[in-house]
């Protein structure tokens, strides 16, 4: 059966369970908190059992099945409903799977730095995917936005955990910037799409949207605009300072961030906003599309450029990070099929490449206490298996073949074509330049600079396994995704 061939939703309680999985998982990590191998055992189940639930709701997503699992009735129309649809199968995949890597990952940074409070770390981690799994299966803009204000809630914390003066302040702003802007535009946006509709559940389609035909142009694209500026998460400009300034937190949180939910989580309800909220449509006749389009394209350059300026590691990838999102939002503005699906697939391809590098550079702090590229000059030679893993995730945040990210900057600019708009063509062939030139240097320096003056890298070798293994694994991820492109694709091409 093709996924295209969408069947009524059919009632299924295997979403409650995916949902509740790292809740559950959460609060076994605070019960054992007292015993460190118990604790982590606790973390791994849970994220076993939650990917093998989103892979049995995936196959059966492919063979063209939609679930859906009512939870509470709250308001006539308003209820918290979940839907497992292609779109949503998308993020669910991405967040499970690099979860169970990355509980692996952190056991052994946590453990190697000997952080503190480790058990709120876990719980918190937890927490946060049981936040981004429930905005991927939310069925309605209200269950979306219950679930996106979780993941702000509690990945607090995690910003803050170092608690010294830098890491609270890094916090605050992440709050303030996250929260503030989800009540400040978000919240009256759906209470004002309630008013118009009736109700707040996401369209079946991404043609039509659920607005009326008869509603005002202005307050449409008011509302839009609100949509697309309250979910900060997403890091478009100029509502992206929040990111840089969370780089205080422990790298396993820089990588949940960047890869595994926040970020994803503000992009991923950005783009289901446009498409079943808004729909394609509706988008096209009030002209949206194409100027969200440029205005996207200016956080593309700008943050590539601002990326360029930094020396310290996880500020140059906070803004690879800032500069990729808009490459999905990018994607779906074009509002052509090439488009939607290039902007779709990066949010697979973009996860697993940033997650390799955030790897890396904790693997490198743990190895060395380096932080800063000038500091790094040879140290390829020391950690080739680190680098090699960077240099592999590099080519994806690129665009170069085979990677994935080839795959995201072909459909894109195919897309760009489709829409006739040269100056997005342009804008993307400017900003791989400027891929190459911020991510390029530093595998070369590392495998074939000169060593700081005086630095012998004595004693220094590779990270400890428990992290070394989950960066080499994501970084051949990100490899296969371009090489055999359609394990997320047919998910993407279900979505039409």
Same mark, same amino acid.
């Given at each position: 059966?093709?996924?295209?061939?969408?069947?009524?939703?059919?009632?299924?309680?295997?979403?409650?369970?995916?949902?509740?999985?790292?809740?559950?998982?959460?609060?076994?990590?605070?019960?054992?908190?007292?015993?460190?191998?118990?604790?982590?055992?606790?973390?791994?189940?849970?994220?076993?059992?939650?990917?093998?639930?989103?892979?049995?709701?995936?196959?059966?997503?492919?063979?063209?099945?939609?679930?859906?699992?009512?939870?509470?009735?709250?308001?006539?129309g308003v209820t918290v409903t979940l839907r497992a649809d292609a779109f949503s199968m998308i993020f669910a995949l991405v967040a499970s799977s690099l979860w169970m890597v990355a509980v692996f990952y952190s056991l052994g940074y946590m453990r190697g730095l000997k952080e503190h409070a480790q058990t709120r770390f876990?719980?918190?981690?937890?927490?946060?995917?049981?936040?981004?799994?429930?905005?991927?299966?939310?069925?309605?803009?209200?269950?979306?936005?219950?679930?996106?204000?979780?993941?702000?809630?509690?990945?607090?914390?995690?910003?803050?955990?170092?608690?010294?003066?830098?890491?609270?302040?890094?916090?605050?702003?992440?709050?303030?910037?996250?929260?503030?802007?989800?009540?400040?535009?978000?919240?009256?946006?759906?209470?004002?799409?309630?008013?118009?509709?009736?109700?707040?559940?996401?369209?079946?389609?991404?043609?039509?949207?659920?607005?009326?035909?008869?509603?005002?142009?202005?307050?449409?694209?008011?509302?839009?605009?609100?949509?697309?500026?309250?979910?900060?998460?997403?890091?478009?400009?100029?509502?992206?300072?929040?990111?840089?300034?969370?780089?205080?937190?422990?790298?396993?949180?820089?990588?949940?961030?960047?890869?595994?939910?926040?970020?994803?989580?503000?992009?991923?309800?950005?783009?289901?906003?446009?498409?079943?909220?808004?729909?394609?449509?509706?988008?096209?006749?009030?002209?949206?599309?194409?100027?969200?389009?440029?205005?996207?394209?200016?956080?593309?350059?700008?943050?590539?450029?601002?990326?360029?300026?930094?020396?310290?590691?996880?500020?140059?990838?906070?803004?690879?990070?800032?500069?990729?999102?808009?490459?999905?939002?990018?994607?779906?503005?074009?509002?052509?099929?090439?488009?939607?699906?290039?902007?779709?697939?990066?949010?697979?391809?973009?996860?697993?490449?940033?997650?390799?590098?955030?790897?890396?550079?904790?693997?490198?702090?743990?190895?060395?206490?380096?932080?800063?590229?000038?500091?790094?000059?040879?140290?390829?030679?020391?950690?080739?298996?680190?680098?090699?893993?960077?240099?592999?995730?590099?080519?994806?945040?690129?665009?170069?073949?085979?990677?994935?990210?080839?795959?995201?900057?072909?459909?894109? %600019?195919?897309?760009? &074509?489709?829409?006739?708009? =040269?100056? $997005? @063509? #342009?804008?993307?062939?400017?900003?791989?330049? +400027? /891929?190459?030139?911020?991510?390029?240097?530093?595998?070369?320096?590392?495998?074939?600079?000169?060593?700081?003056?005086?630095?012998?890298?004595?004693?220094?070798?590779?990270?400890?396994?428990?992290? %070394?293994?989950?960066? &080499?694994?994501?970084?051949? =991820?990100? $490899? @296969? #995704?371009?090489?055999?492109?359609?394990?997320? +694709? /047919?998910?993407?091409?279900?979505?039409?």
């Amino acid at each position: 059966m093709d996924i295209n061939a969408v069947s009524a939703p059919i009632e299924s309680s295997r979403l409650l369970f995916a949902v509740l999985t790292p809740l559950c998982g959460a609060i076994a990590v605070m019960l054992t908190g007292k015993r460190p191998n118990v604790r982590e055992a606790c973390s791994v189940v849970a994220s076993v059992i939650l990917f093998l639930i989103v892979c049995s709701l995936g196959a059966d997503v492919l063979h063209g099945h939609t679930f859906k699992f009512g939870i509470f009735h709250l308001l006539p129309g308003v209820t918290v409903t979940l839907r497992a649809d292609a779109f949503s199968m998308i993020f669910a995949l991405v967040a499970s799977s690099l979860w169970m890597v990355a509980v692996f990952y952190s056991l052994g940074y946590m453990r190697g730095l000997k952080e503190h409070a480790q058990t709120r770390f876990n719980a918190c981690f937890a927490l946060a995917i049981f936040g981004a799994i429930g905005v991927a299966f939310s069925d309605n803009l209200f269950t979306m936005y219950m679930f996106y204000e979780i993941v702000s809630i509690c990945t607090y914390p995690l910003v803050g955990h170092h608690q010294d003066e830098e890491g609270y302040k890094g916090a605050r702003k992440y709050l303030v910037y996250l929260s503030g802007t989800s009540h400040a535009f978000v919240l009256p946006a759906m209470v004002l799409i309630y008013v118009l509709t009736g109700n707040l559940d996401f369209a079946n389609n991404i043609s039509t949207g659920i607005l009326p035909a008869g509603a005002n142009a202005t307050l449409v694209t008011v509302l839009y605009i609100l949509c697309l500026i309250g979910f900060a998460k997403n890091g478009i400009m100029p509502f992206h300072h929040w990111l840089p300034g969370a780089m205080v937190a422990p790298t396993p949180v820089s990588a949940l961030l960047h890869a595994v939910a926040v970020v994803k989580v503000g992009v991923f309800s950005t783009t289901r906003v446009m498409l079943y909220v808004f729909g394609v449509n509706t988008m096209s006749a009030l002209n949206l599309g194409i100027p969200t389009a440029y205005f996207v394209s200016f956080t593309i350059l700008m943050a590539s450029v601002i990326a360029l300026s930094k020396t310290n590691l996880k500020a140059r990838l906070a803004y690879s990070t800032i500069s990729q999102l808009s490459y999905i939002v990018l994607g779906v503005a074009l509002l052509t099929p090439a488009g939607i699906e290039g902007g779709l697939i990066h949010i697979a391809n973009h996860a697993f490449a940033k997650i390799t590098l955030f790897f890396c550079a904790g693997a490198i702090f743990v190895a060395t206490q380096k932080k800063d590229l000038s500091e790094m000059g040879g140290l390829g030679r020391s950690m080739p298996f680190t680098f090699a893993a960077f240099g592999l995730a590099s080519l994806t945040m690129i665009g170069a073949p085979p990677a994935g990210g080839f795959v995201t900057k072909w459909l894109l %600019l195919v897309g760009s &074509m489709q829409a006739h708009q =040269i100056g $997005i @063509l #342009l804008v993307l062939l400017a900003s791989t330049l +400027l /891929n190459v030139a911020y991510f390029a240097p530093i595998t070369y320096n590392a495998f074939f600079g000169k060593r700081p003056e005086g630095e012998k890298y004595e004693g220094i070798k590779e990270a400890p396994l428990a992290m %070394l293994i989950p960066l &080499m694994l994501t970084s051949i =991820i990100s $490899i @296969l #995704l371009g090489i055999y492109p359609n394990i997320f +694709l /047919n998910f993407v091409k279900g979505v039409f």
